[in-house]
T-cell receptor
Framework: DVKVTQSSRYLVKRTGEKVFLECVQD?????MFWYRQDPGLGLRLIYF???????EKGDIPEGYSVSREKKERFSLILESASTNQTSMYLC????????????FGEGSRLTVL | GQQVMQIPQYQHVQEGEDFTTYCNSS?????IQWYKQRPGGHPVFLIQ?????EVKKQKRLTFQFGEAKKNSSLHITATQTTDVGTYFC??????????FGTGTRLTIIP
């Protein structure tokens, strides 16, 4: 089974803090994604990567950056957290191209005070 | 931008009743996927539809892709308590990313 592990299930941070969300997968998938999920808005794509050191902006990249130094690890970075970044963050991987089946992690619920 | 509209946002049904959720796009999709998210869980892939007019079944679930590849539906026959959750469609516009609908939250009244 594909395992997608997100480093923290719950985080509470203060406005202006730098936040790292890490995602690790064990299935050798090329494609990795970061989504945020908000009530009534569904899942919105922040960034994705289809190779090491490659990254592409999704629909809502503002206020976020990503890092992919190793194939199995994809990190989401909030340089200066703001209250409107309070959300559920979901990491996903896909092995068969950008529109293949997505495998999601358990999610990281971030609260910014 | 390209959007996938999904309705209804909520659906409450008596156990044993049928349930349907619909997704619509203003432009043609390359394919569409469906996911289920249980309360407190993460989305789990259900199926992918690729061909125009395609119909696929998984036990009590029936998935359809419209002839114009602009709409899709998920129908559940005789709902059970295990069907509770939020159902998402996700469309591929051929632009290297999936666009998710806003989801339909299904609750079952026993």
């Amino acid at each position: 089974d594909v395992k997608v592990t997100q480093s923290s299930r719950y985080l509470v941070k203060r406005t202006g803090e730098k936040v790292f969300l890490e995602c690790v997968q064990d299935m050798d998938h090329e494609n990795m994604f970061w989504y945020r999920q908000d009530p009534g808005l569904g899942l919105r794509l922040i960034y994705f990567s289809y190779d090491v050191k490659m990254k592409e902006k999704g629909d809502i990249p503002e206020g976020y950056s990503v890092s992919r130094e190793k194939k199995e690890r994809f990190s989401l970075i909030l340089e200066s957290a703001s209250t409107n970044q309070t959300s559920m963050y979901l990491c996903a991987t896909a092995g068969t191209g950008y529109s293949g089946e997505l495998f999601f992690g358990e999610g990281s619920r971030l609260t910014v005070l | 931008g390209q959007q996938v509209m999904q309705i209804p946002q909520y659906q409450h049904v008596q156990e044993g009743e049928d349930f349907t959720t619909y997704c619509n796009s203003s432009t043609t999709l390359s394919n569409i996927q469906w996911y289920k998210q249980r309360p407190g869980g993460h989305p789990v892939f259900l199926i992918q539809l690729v061909k125009s007019g395609e119909v696929k079944k998984q036990k009590r679930l029936t998935f359809q892709f419209g002839e114009a590849k602009k709409n899709s539906s998920l129908h559940i026959t005789a709902t059970q308590t295990t069907d509770v959750g939020t159902y998402f469609c996700a469309g591929d516009f051929g632009n290297e990313k999936l666009t998710f609908g806003t989801g339909t939250r299904l609750t079952i009244i026993p």
